[in-house]
């Protein structure tokens, strides 16, 4: 295996720069205060609403609020030391023992700051921050600094929504009639949608994508090549390689997991794959993963999982509100779950959660299958590191494998793995950006039971 630095203060696309087709790149010293101004213009914009509801209270908070978060605006922008967490939720003394980790890793010589510590721990760290920041000031505690952008997302993808929808209701319709190939070539069209539907995060291309104006089934085929690791058949199989008949007479998982990504168009697509999984009998339970806080902009949180299906429902198109009717009955009848667990929105890599979330890992223990959608979730198997890009996938684990499972993600970050020989080289040459512009992705599958 190959030796493996942790990635430094790389060169993150920006929140929104589009320049020639791919992202305008600025460092952390721009993007992360950038994201911090968004977030205090959004909560001063509120201060009406929190008027209203909480009166001279609100108001308080309100200001409150954002002088915590301009502070730490200042200490990021000035190299401060990174500070302990004082709010006494559940996870600040996980947190500190974190930082506590860090400044052993580094030497006692400077304090762990801002630049000069992992890119990955100090992302997690201002998005943690943001939530000390609120929890601080009741009754603003629970707002949600992203909500409006994700509602924002959910709205403007309604048309491709709907032709997604139409297309499963038809699915739905023929199911029965499916050869295993053709059942295999729509898994494959639902899996990619998932995939794809990762390019549309808010934190890298603030929405808007071809992808999500148009009909997103029609764009696979050009998107096909822009592939560069595909395992969807490893995936396949060890859905199929159950003992267990499903409803539908043919082999079915017991269980799978999805650690999900963002709200908005993602995650829509991605309930529309675990639709199909229990539908065409894949899959008996599935069970979602998101995150308990508002988390990179565009993550998921149990309210935003209701507030889409709710959404969904309430659609003035008849099959999109008929799939949202039965996407709330598997819910009720306990066919799907939904899920959330503080390790999640913590800096730690995947391989530390058998250490360090025993339950949760004991949890994916169960799955047959587990899906991690999205950039920051593989930067988190891989423990985001500078991997030559020939190193193996299970290598870069660590040993992190509770169950078979597959990373399904566009690309954003400079990690990379699994790759040919030759591969990283020549993408390189063709496209500087190709890490980080989003226009590549792979669906890259590991079986600890089989490696
Ligand atoms: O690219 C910027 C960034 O914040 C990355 O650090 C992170 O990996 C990504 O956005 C979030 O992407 P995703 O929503 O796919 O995890
Ligand atoms: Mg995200």
Redesign the pocket.
């Known amino acids: 295996m190959m030796a493996a630095d942790l990635t430094a203060h790389g060169v993150?696309?920006s929140l929104s720069a589009r320049v020639t087709g791919s992202f305008a790149y600025l460092t952390i010293r721009d993007r992360l205060p950038t994201i911090l101004t968004k977030v205090i213009d959004t909560i001063h914009r509120t201060k009406n609403k929190f008027f209203e509801e909480y009166g001279e209270e609100g108001i308080q908070a309100e200001k409150q609020t954002i002088s915590l978060l301009s502070k730490m605006r200042n200490e990021l922008q000035t190299d401060k030391p990174v500070l302990e967490l004082t709010d006494g939720l559940q996870d600040v003394e996980s947190w500190n023992q974190y930082l506590q980790r860090q400044q052993r890793l580094q030497g006692d010589q400077e304090s762990v700051s801002w630049f000069k510590s992992p890119w990955l721990y100090v992302?997690c760290y201002m998005y943690r921050r943001i939530q000390e920041a609120l929890w601080l000031n009741p009754p603003i505690s629970d707002f949600d600094v992203f909500n409006e952008g994700k509602t924002q997302s959910f709205f403007e993808s309604q048309q491709a929504v709907m032709t997604l929808c139409t297309y499963l209701e038809d699915i739905h319709k023929n199911m029965e009639k499916f050869s295993k190939n053709q059942l295999f070539e729509q898994f494959n069209k639902l899996l990619q949608v998932s995939l794809w539907g990762?390019k549309c995060?808010l934190?890298?291309s603030a929405g808007q994508d071809n992808f999500q104006k148009t009909s997103p089934i029609d764009s696979l085929n050009s998107l096909q090549s822009f592939i560069l690791v595909d395992d969807s058949d490893r995936v396949w199989s060890t859905l199929n390689s159950s003992q267990r008949l499903g409803e539908l007479g043919k082999n079915a998982a017991d269980r799978v997991d999805i650690v999900l990504?963002?709200a908005g168009f993602e995650l829509v697509t991605d309930l529309m794959l675990a639709d199909f999984l229990v539908s065409a009998g894949l899959a008996r339970e599935i069970h979602f993963h998101g995150k308990s806080l508002p988390w990179?902009v565009?993550?998921v949180t149990a309210n935003d999982f209701q507030w889409t299906i709710r959404q969904t429902m309430a659609a003035n198109h008849k099959w999109m509100s008929k799939i949202g009717y039965q996407w709330q009955n598997y819910l009720k009848e306990g066919v799907w779950f939904y899920h959330d667990h503080l390790f999640w929105t913590q800096p730690h890599e995947f391989c530390d959660m058998a250490a360090d979330a025993p339950d949760l890992y004991a949890t994916l223990q169960k799955a047959d299958l587990v899906l991690f959608k999205?950039?920051?979730?593989y930067?988190k198997l891989t423990g985001d590191r500078d991997w030559d890009h020939t190193v193996a996938f299970s290598s870069a684990l660590r040993g992190f494998g509770p169950a078979p499972l597959c990373s399904l993600?566009?690309l954003?970050?400079n990690v990379q793995v699994g790759l040919q020989p030759g591969q990283g080289e020549k993408l390189t040459s063709q496209d500087p950006a190709w890490m980080?512009s989003g226009k590549y992705a792979v669906i890259q599958f590991h079986n600890p039971k089989s490696e």
């Not at 999205?374 to 979730?377: A, M, Q």
Request: glycine share 4%; aromatic share 4%.
């Open positions: 993150p696309p992302e990762n995060d934190s890298i990504d963002n990179f565009s993550d999205g950039d920051l979730n930067r993600r566009t954003k970050a980080t």
